[in-house]
T-cell receptor, first 113, second 112 residues
Framework: GNSVTQMEGPVTLSEEAFLTINCTYT??????LFWYVQYPGEGLQLLLK?????DKGSNKGFEATYRKETTSFHLEKGSVQVSDSAVYFC????????????FGAGTQVVVTP | NAGVMQNPRHLVRRRGQEARLRCSPM?????VYWYRQLPEEGLKFMVY????????ESGMPKERFSAEFPKEGPSILRIQQVVRGDSAAYFC??????????FGPGTRLTVT
């Protein structure tokens, strides 16, 4: 079956540090891949997405590249801010069931001043 | 354009009562999805609906849970005879087309 695996948190960083959150997936075919962010007490917001191999999604300084050969979609940001403190979820959707997002367990990121 | 609306934001029910969670999709969105987030876990897909149709309910528990998205009005997730294990955050999302799901703020259900 399909699955998404993320690195466990919490990840604690100082402001301006480099952030990487690993995400690997298992799926048949060629799923679309997403990163969502959840701020405390709020719903999820789509951060970025990629729909085919080698696509790079980017938004608000975050980037992730769809790597088919390693079945990965790692999230990176070069210089984090305190406001980036949140829980980040990696997710996939298969073409034949695109309404059904499958999420990883989430990674909490804490950025300290 | 208002975002996805969910109400109530917090709901407390005693064991055995019914819980009704409402979701109003964004304007122009005809696809609605429900997810459940248990404490310390990621979101789990429950059901995908379009107007008056259930498209995929593979994530819905077989008993006590039902969902609808009528022609008029919000989508409703109904949980009958709630148990403590139903305590969770329930998120609704909507989309105008594939892949672009926009999430509401969630309803946090507590069963006492």
């Amino acid at each position: 079956g399909n699955s998404v695996t993320q690195m466990e948190g919490p990840v604690t960083l100082s402001e301006e540090a480099f952030l990487t959150i690993n995400c690997t997936y298992t799926a048949t075919g060629y799923p679309s891949l997403f990163w969502y962010v959840q701020y405390p007490g709020e719903g999820l917001q789509l951060l970025l997405k990629a729909t085919k191999a080698d696509d790079k999604g980017s938004n608000k300084g975050f980037e992730a590249t769809y790597r088919k050969e390693t079945t990965s979609f790692h999230l990176e940001k070069g210089s984090v801010q305190v406001s980036d403190s949140a829980v980040y979820f990696c997710a996939l959707a298969r073409l034949d069931s695109w309404g059904k997002l499958q999420f990883g367990a989430g990674t909490q990121v804490v950025v300290t001043p | 354009n208002a975002g996805v609306m969910q109400n109530p934001r917090h709901l407390v029910r005693r064991r055995g009562q019914e819980a009704r969670l409402r979701c109003s999709p964004m304007k122009g969105h005809s696809h609605v999805y429900w997810y459940r987030q248990l404490p310390e876990e990621g979101l789990k897909f429950m059901v995908y609906l379009q107007k008056e149709n259930i498209i995929d309910e593979s994530g819905m528990p077989k008993e006590r849970f039902s969902a609808e998205f009528p022609k008029e009005g919000p989508s409703i997730l109904r949980i009958q005879q709630v148990v403590r294990g139903d305590s969770a955050a329930y998120f609704c999302a909507s989309s105008p087309r594939e892949y672009e799901q926009y999430f509401g703020p969630g309803t946090r259900l507590t069963v006492t």
